[in-house]
């Protein structure tokens, strides 16, 4: 009798490590020449952009302050639930700073607007968002990101950050899942 033999997940690397962290460094260097040597409080949204993070601020150069917020909107599935909750807060004021959020990727918008308003109304001195990944196709908020790395179809993506039910977030790079 055969041993019925457990499903392999499908991956298909999307976007190359080489890709990515070329892109990156274009990235950090135009953010770095557009704010000047002012520094830059970079709000990195958890956990999703912790490995791109690393590496923008990295790219970015010069005076940079690292805070982290979390937040939690997709539950574990492969599907927005559209209910974001910020899950930790901001530990330091951002009042009078000019602040970059950091995020992994831009899929409806939801978590973003959400960010933004609720960030905006702590008074920084600008607010600005750079995500290293945007899927157009489900917006359901007219939302675009200040700096943006990749322009991505509508898959669902693992990666360099980004997971499915926590794994996969250590990738080098980022691929496509096929269930
Ligand atoms: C992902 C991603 C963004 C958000 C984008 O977070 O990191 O925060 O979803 O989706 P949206 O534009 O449709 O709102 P997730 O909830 O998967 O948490 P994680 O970063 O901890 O993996």
């Given at each position: 009798?055969r041993?019925?033999?457990?499903?392999?997940?499908?991956?298909r690397?999307?976007?190359?490590?080489?890709?990515?962290?070329a892109?990156?460094?274009?990235?950090?260097?135009?953010?770095?020449?557009?704010?000047?040597?002012?520094?830059?409080?970079?709000?990195?949204?958890?956990?999703?952009?912790?490995?791109?993070?690393?590496?923008?601020?990295?790219?970015?150069?010069?005076?940079i302050?690292?805070?982290?917020?979390?937040?939690s909107?997709?539950h574990?599935?492969?599907?927005?639930?559209?209910?974001?909750?910020?899950?930790e807060?901001?530990?330091?004021?951002?009042?009078?700073?000019?602040?970059?959020?950091?995020?992994?990727?831009?899929?409806?918008?939801?978590?973003?607007?959400y960010?933004?308003?609720?960030?905006?109304?702590?008074?920084?001195?600008?607010?600005?968002?750079?995500?290293?990944?945007?899927?157009?196709?489900?917006?359901?908020?007219?939302?675009?990101?200040?700096?943006?790395?990749?322009?991505?179809?509508?898959?669902?993506?693992?990666?360099?950050?980004?997971?499915?039910?926590?794994?996969?977030?250590?990738?080098?790079?980022?691929a496509?899942?096929?269930?």
């Open positions: 009798m041993e019925e033999r457990p499903t392999r997940d499908q991956l690397v999307l976007i190359p490590e080489e890709r990515l962290q892109r990156i460094k274009e990235l950090g260097a135009q953010i770095r020449a557009d704010y000047g040597d002012r520094p830059i409080t970079c709000v990195g949204v958890l956990k999703g952009s912790f490995m791109f993070m690393a590496d923008l601020v990295r790219a970015i150069g010069g005076d302050r690292c805070e982290f917020l979390a937040v909107s997709y574990g599935g492969t599907r927005s639930t559209g209910v974001v909750r910020i899950t807060d901001l530990r330091t004021p951002i009042e009078g700073q000019d602040t970059l959020v950091i995020e992994d990727i831009i899929d409806t918008g939801l978590t973003l607007d960010l933004l308003r609720s960030l905006q109304v702590r008074g920084p001195a600008s607010l600005k968002t750079c995500c290293l990944l945007d899927k157009p196709a489900h917006r359901e908020v007219a939302l675009d990101s200040d700096y943006v790395g990749f322009s991505i179809p509508d898959e669902f993506v693992v990666g360099y950050g980004l997971d499915l039910a926590e794994r996969y977030r250590n990738l080098p790079h980022i496509v899942y096929t269930p």
